[in-house]
């Protein structure tokens, strides 16, 4: 059974590379990643891919193809029913807290997402709002 997910890629120059230097220079590497659900709906069907670091890469297809439980598989958010990931050299999910504050993404919590006080914004949008000032008068 097909997802209809599909992540290609292709190196025009060729792998000259050694195998140490190569896995240094890896973003993402999976492996058979696959996820199941309950009910046995197949979300991700045995992805293998290879991201270097420093592409760019995107995740194309319909609706229900498995693009965002492939992204929450590889952030460590949720577990693969078999297969295996690496996120920057570090076995995921294991190592989602050591990799997680490096990629920009932040682990699900309780708390709300807000920050602790609302950002101050320079130039005319100002929070708090700024209080009128007067200007000075002249003393006779």
């Known amino acids: 059974m097909s ?4 992540v290609t890629s292709a190196d025009p120059a060729g792998d000259t590379t050694t195998p140490s230097a190569a896995a240094a220079e890896v973003a993402v590497a999976t ?3 696959t996820k199941r659900f309950r009910g046995g709906q197949l979300a991700v069907d045995g992805l293998d891919m290879v991201v270097p670091r ?11 193809s498995g693009k965002t439980t492939t992204i929450r598989m590889l952030l460590g958010l949720v577990y693969p029913t078999s297969g295996s990931h690496e996120l920057l050299a570090t076995a995921m ?13 932040r682990p699900p919590t309780r708390e709300p997402l807000l920050p602790a006080s609302p950002p101050r914004w320079s130039g005319w949008a100002c929070w708090p709002p700024r209080r009128s000032v007067t200007a000075p008068t002249r003393s006779a």
Do not use: D, K, Q
Request: charged residues 10%; glycine residues 26%; aromatic residues 6%.
């Open 93 to 105: 999910p294991s190592g989602a807290a050591r990799v997680l504050p490096r990629v920009g993404s």
């Open 54 to 64: 420093g592409a760019v890469y995107g995740f194309l297809g319909p609706n229900g």
């Open 3 to 6: 997802t209809g997910l599909e």
């Open 31 to 33: 492996h058979g990643l």
